[in-house]
Nanobody, 116 residues
Framework: QVQLVESGGGLVQAGGSLRLACVAS????????MGWYRQAPGKQRDFLAA???????TYADSVKGRFTISRDNTKMTVYLQMNSLKPEDTAAYYC??????????WGQGTQVTVSS
């Protein structure tokens, strides 16, 4: 099992930036990809971005060009740089790890609130 701990959320004005971090520990050897999702109250959890073991990245259309996923293997950390934030980006943001046996682990989430 992998433990994921997110940080970096907070309150920011529209147009501002935040960088989320997710530190992974535990059975990290089986991780195929790491990703970020978000969930607003009363809505489903939506995919935002992912980075594979090989470094390939994918993004949801809603954040393409504004959000960037990256990683630091020496720190076992994945980042989500979020720029040009909008009020509709307000949500709980979750880090996820996908494994070779199709398991998925989740972090506890970090709240991002964008004021208008």
């Amino acid at each position: 099992q992998v433990q994921l701990v997110e940080s970096g959320g907070g309150l920011v004005q529209a147009g501002g930036s935040l960088r989320l971090a997710c530190v992974a520990s535990g059975s990290i050897f089986s991780i195929n990809a790491m990703g970020w999702y978000r969930q607003a109250p009363g809505k489903q959890r939506d995919f935002l971005a992912a980075i594979t073991r090989g470094g390939s990245t994918t993004y949801a259309d809603s954040v393409k060009g504004r959000f960037t996923i990256s990683r630091d293997n020496t720190k076992m950390t994945v980042y989500l740089q979020m720029n040009s934030l909008k009020p509709e980006d307000t949500a709980a943001y979750y880090c996820s790890a996908s494994h070779s046996d199709n398991r998925r682990d989740w972090g506890q989430g970090t709240q991002v609130t964008v004021s208008s």
